[in-house]
């Protein structure tokens, strides 16, 4: 197969350029993919007025760049992201990916830029040649959605829990600015958040010919708008970032509604867990424990500075201060945990 590759530089910054993967190009040959590249690009920057091409080439599938993925159950493939907050070293590719192949190809989570989406659409080509049907959002994250756009254009479904959208909505101007102040302007270049498709609201069966995926919206936890999917055929759970290890679980939702939702097994056939930050695990105590340690030690913490009558300026460095010992093992447990305090405080404050 060969591939469209679009030589785009930024509108604001014509010295920052970065090569475009542009799925819709895809051919069977190198002489129709240059033939129909030009006006593929074209439509294509028309709907991405940050960037402005110069020109297209035709490149085959291995020479692509591609994230590096592993099969860890027979079709379901994996890739690790960094434990480490979003930098300019690692572009964005903090959060873990996953694709799983039936009929056809189901994505779940498409990377922290478009960059990183196009790398793990490389990696499955460089796997499979069939259809993407669908790309699973597990949440609103950008380090986990940012890459969806690419698919859509390979012609999946974006699916996503219901209340996504506006989620996103809310945020979406404030994350166009700090993402590239954080990753960089060449590694955000032509980044969007992709429109969802297909919205959730309900236990939901996404059907690869043979194989079924689960989907099951989760309450108020990590976020409003976390999302599971459990692939029956093998018993892999994607947990999205309701599961972290590695680096510091971040709350955009509910303390009190993330441990509730801990508390439960969410799958109890469930032979391999994939969390949304870290190693996979082959059970759920194990996948689960670093992290009820640390929500259930920052609830404590939180409500120990409450009952001491402590102001949510005092409060914050004080719960930082008790969470030390619970410290080894997160990446940039200082900053989250910051900003999680203020979270926990807020909402514990009034119960
Ligand atoms: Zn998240």
Not at 39 to 57: C, N, Q, V
Not at 299 to 306: G, L, W
């Amino acid at each position: 197969m060969f591939h469209l590759i679009l030589s785009a530089c930024l509108v604001d910054q014509p010295d920052v350029c970065a090569p475009r993967l542009l799925p819709a190009g895809d051919s069977e040959t190198r002489e129709q993919c240059l033939q129909s590249g030009p006006a593929i690009a074209r439509d294509w920057i028309a709907r991405h007025d940050t960037l402005k091409g110069s020109s297209t080439d035709c490149v085959e599938t291995s020479a692509l760049s591609a994230l590096e993925v592993k099969e860890i159950a027979s079709g379901v493939w994996f890739h690790q992201g960094e434990a480490a907050q979003l930098s300019p070293q690692n572009g964005g590719r903090i959060a873990n990916l996953a694709f799983v192949i039936g009929d056809s190809v189901a994505v779940i989570d498409a990377g922290g830029s478009r960059a990183e989406g196009e790398e793990l659409y490389a990696a499955i080509r460089m796997v499979t040649p069939l259809p993407i049907s669908h790309v699973i959002l597990t949440h609103m994250h950008p380090d986990h959605i940012l890459g969806a756009e690419v698919f859509s254009e390979a012609g999946a479904s974006v699916v996503a829990d219901a209340r996504l959208p506006d989620a996103v909505a809310r945020r979406e101007a404030s994350w166009m600015i700090s993402i590239p102040q954080q990753i960089g302007a060449a590694a955000f270049a032509g980044s969007a958040f992709a429109t969802v498709d297909q919205p959730v609201d309900t236990p939901t069966e996404i059907s690869l010919g043979a194989r079924i995926l689960d989907l099951t919206p989760a309450p108020v936890a990590h976020t409003d708008n976390d999302l599971t999917v459990l692939d029956r055929s093998t018993g892999t759970l994607f947990t999205g970032d309701l599961v972290f290890e590695g680096l510091t679980p971040a709350i955009d939702g509910s303390l009190s509604g993330w441990l509730d939702w801990l508390a439960l097994d969410p799958a109890p056939k469930t032979q391999l867990f994939v969390p949304g930050h870290g190693p996979i695990r082959t059970s759920w105590p194990e996948a689960i424990g670093p992290e009820i340690a640390y929500l259930q030690g920052l609830r404590d913490a939180t409500r120990k500075a409450i009952d001491g009558g402590m102001p949510m300026s005092q409060a914050i460095p004080a719960i930082v201060t008790m969470m030390k010992p619970l410290s080894d093992g997160w990446a940039d447990f200082a900053a989250i945990t910051a900003r999680n305090a203020a979270t926990a405080y807020t909402e514990l404050e009034w119960q």
